[in-house]
T-cell receptor
Framework: DAMVIQNPRYQVTQFGKPVTLSCSQT?????MYWYQQKSSQAPKLLFH???????NEADTPDNFQSRRPNTSFCFLDIRSPGLGDAAMYLC????????????????FGAGTRLSVL | RKEVEQDPGPFNVPEGATVAFNCTYSNSASQSFFWYRQDCRKEPKLLMS???SGNEDGRFTAQLNRASQYISLLIRDSKLSDSATYLCVVNLIGSQGNLIFGKGTKLSVKP
């Protein structure tokens, strides 16, 4: 059974129309991450939550926001999608963070593929 | 210098071949190392963690050389189902332990 679930699997939106992607987890992990991955590129971390503590990456555009209302759920909001935001968006979780290997293994959801028309 | 560097490939090998992937990382203080596998248009999945002593899981062997800041993955007796992109992943000390992904090495195993 999937432990990190992303919905929807495919999302089509119009240029400038806000869109929300969702992620839920059954692992009870402390940390939830959002990545953007474009074709033939490495996943790029956008931000993560450590419990309720939000941590934004320095180069993440303001157009991207996130919410984590409880341990299980995390949302990615794209306020005004541009053509360049078309990508696979991956949610991941880890038990904890820091140097200890076992605790920072990340488990990924199947991703949401976003198309912007 | 990029934080995690991998040969992008593609590596095209016949079934049964042995193939080795290499990865270098720039942050000497990194402490966690992983190989992830990503199938086309799917999510990354953990293949194995990499420890200083080296570790083996069936046909897969991972090695870490801290002095050279080098990680390797060896796949023996390649199967068609091994075709995927293999991502080298390293944690980034000083950034709350966030993981940094290499771009991946693409492997194609042919009959």
């Amino acid at each position: 059974d999937a432990m990190v679930i992303q919905n929807p699997r495919y999302q089509v939106t119009q240029f400038g129309k806000p869109v929300t992607l969702s992620c839920s987890q059954t692992l009870n992990h402390n940390v939830m991450y959002w990545y953007q991955q474009k074709s033939s590129q490495a996943p790029k971390l956008l931000f993560h939550y450590y419990d309720k503590d939000f941590n934004n990456e320095a180069d993440t555009p303001d157009n991207f926001q996130s919410r984590r209302p409880n341990t299980s759920f995390c949302f990615l909001d794209i306020r005004s999608p541009g053509l360049g935001d078309a990508a696979m968006y991956l949610c991941a979780t880890s038990r904890d963070r820091g140097p200890e290997t076992a605790k920072n293994i990340q488990y990924f959801g199947a991703g949401t593929r976003l198309s912007v028309l | 210098r990029k934080e995690v560097e991998q040969d992008p490939g593609p590596f095209n090998v016949p079934e049964g071949a042995t193939v080795a992937f290499n990865c270098t990382y720039s942050n000497s203080a990194s402490q966690s190392f992983f190989w992830y596998r990503q199938d086309c248009r799917k999510e990354p999945k953990l293949l194995m963690s990499v420890y200083s002593s080296g570790n083996e899981d069936g046909r897969f062997t991972a090695q870490l050389n801290r002095a050279s800041q080098y990680i390797s993955l060896l796949i023996r007796d390649s199967k068609l189902s091994d075709s995927a992109t293999y991502l080298c992943v390293v944690n980034l000390i000083g950034s709350q332990g966030n993981l940094i992904f290499g771009k991946g090495t693409k492997l194609s195993v042919k009959p």
